[in-house]
């Protein structure tokens, strides 16, 4: 029978916690980073014009389909080789996650403004309002609402990706325990307690976001 | 009539893919004028009212309304969407499916107008809004969402959105076909009102009795042509064309509505 002693975990305290920083920090960044590449490859692949269209769908289809363990060795290893780009490992996978997750969002985000019916936009210029100003008042307000659970899991799968920065040698929370396994050997109660913070910071996120979407389901 | 028309369509064409549906249309509507457009089904009535406000930009042909007149096919230039947006924000155009905006209450749907494409101030917008829904009978809403609104009462309310624009023409696309029969009436109401105050329309319409007493033209389509037009009355009591008047056959001809039990 195996012994637990969680009391080992103390002593790592500063590790984890800084580690815990990296990671919480790199989400914010890889998921504010990421909503802006969704909406470049949203815009781009809803636009009038074919050469737009097709370079998004090659960023889309590019990112979408190959794994994020590749992307982010690719990117750390082969672009200096390649295009002498030489980046640290943290620039190399915020870039690299950022735009995995740019992929995924651009389509949930293209998917929520093609669901709005088209008699909405066409109420919109009936009135003389330019497209513009149908997407910004009309289109997008109402999509928002449809977009966001699908928006916050794909925000939650990135928060868990940012776990496999630690083949960069980049010290989150997940690399800091394998650090901390390696010096204890107490590998079980160490990455328990690194799944247990992970569900710790995410369950009440998604609480708040479901509050959220009853709150903006207003009138509809 | 000696006035200018405040609508002229000249030898309108358009097709979607190898299906023409409007096959050189004229069509006049003069200041303050009612004409009702009827037909069946795939008719291109629907496409042609939808061609005036450029909402369907045609092949070929010209549109004039007031005093702006585009003019397409044989390598005119497309206007640009500021120029079609400015054109749009002078005709009211009302839809079979209301498509109000359901993230604004009632209100705020006939202010967006207003504030976004006119730059009015809020509060001029709101009292222009509050009086356009007191005129089609809905000023004690204003605060409603649309979801909590009848099928009478969105219509009515998209109604007062268009009037908001304060347009010189207002465009009616099967605005009572998606009601239930009981609230075809209040928004009929509406529309014969406007009419008396001298409103030009056009009218897309299966009301065939309501086209009657309120349309001073009618105008019958079938396969995108123009098969018989005139006075409404004389059109609809005793029409010319064959077609027209097998069209006719499926409504009952004068008198009211048909009673809502009824079987067509």
């Not at chain 1, 074919?50 to 769908?57: E, M």
């Not at chain 2, 409103?199 to 065939?208: G, L, P, W």
């Amino acid at each position: 029978m195996y012994q637990w002693d969680f009391g080992i975990l103390w002593s790592y305290r500063w590790l984890f916690l800084n580690g815990l920083g990296v990671t919480v920090g790199f989400t914010i960044v890889i998921v504010v980073c990421g909503l802006l590449f969704g909406l470049l490859g949203a815009f781009g692949s809803l636009s009038r014009f074919k050469a737009l269209r097709l370079t998004a769908l090659a960023f889309i289809e590019a990112f979408r389909c190959t794994p994020i363990l590749v992307q982010l060795i690719w990117f750390y290893y082969a672009l200096p080789i390649l295009a002498g780009v030489e980046m640290t490992p943290i620039t190399a996978s915020a870039l690299a996650l950022s735009l995995y997750g740019g992929s995924f969002y651009s389509e949930i985000i293209r998917g929520g403004i093609v669901s709005i019916d088209r008699g909405q936009s066409e109420a919109g210029a009936a009135l003389g309002m330019t497209p513009v100003q149908t997407m910004r008042r009309i289109v997008l307000p109402q999509a928002i609402k449809r977009m966001i659970p699908a928006l916050m899991n794909q925000s939650i799968i990135q928060f868990k990706n940012t776990s496999l920065v630690s083949v960069l040698a980049v010290p989150d929370l997940v690399y800091q325990s394998q650090v901390a396994a390696h010096d204890s050997y107490r590998p079980l109660e160490i990455y328990t307690a690194v799944a247990v913070a992970y569900a710790a910071i995410l369950i009440p996120l998604t609480i708040l976001v479901r509050r959220g979407e009853k709150r903006l389901a207003v009138g509809e | 009539m000696s006035e200018t028309p405040k609508i002229e369509i000249r030898s309108l064409r358009k097709s979607f893919g190898s299906n023409e549906v409007l096959k050189n249309i004229n069509l006049d509507v003069a200041k303050g004028g009612v004409v009702a457009l009827i037909g069946p089904s795939g008719s291109g009535k629907s496409t042609l009212l939808r061609c005036i406000n450029l909402l369907v930009v045609p092949d070929g042909g010209s549109v004039r309304v007031g005093d702006t007149r585009f003019a397409f096919g044989g390598g005119a230039k497309l206007p640009d969407v500021k120029t079609l947006a400015k054109f749009r924000a002078t005709t009211g155009m009302v839809f079979q499916h209301f498509n109000l905006f359901p993230h604004m209450t009632a209100l705020q749907n006939v202010m967006e107008g207003p504030v976004t494409v006119r730059r009015m101030p809020k509060a001029n917008a709101e009292t222009l809004a509050r009086a356009q829904l007191a005129k089609v009978g809905l000023a004690e809403k204003a605060d409603q969402y649309p979801a909590t609104l009848s099928g009478g009462q969105k219509q009515r309310v998209a109604i007062a959105r268009a009037l908001a624009m304060e347009p010189d023409v207002m465009l009616f696309d099967e605005a009572t076909s998606a009601l239930d029969p009981e609230l075809v009436g209040e928004v009929l109401n509406v529309i014969q009102q406007l009419a008396s105050e001298g409103m030009t329309m056009v009218i897309v319409t299966h009301e065939i009795a309501f086209a009657r007493e309120v349309a001073d033209r009618l105008i019958f389509m079938r396969d995108g042509v123009v098969v018989e037009e005139g006075p409404a009355r004389q059109v609809i009591d005793s029409p010319k064309e064959s077609a027209t008047r097998a069209f006719l056959g499926h409504f009952h001809r004068t008198g009211a509505l048909p009673p809502a039990n009824a079987t067509t």
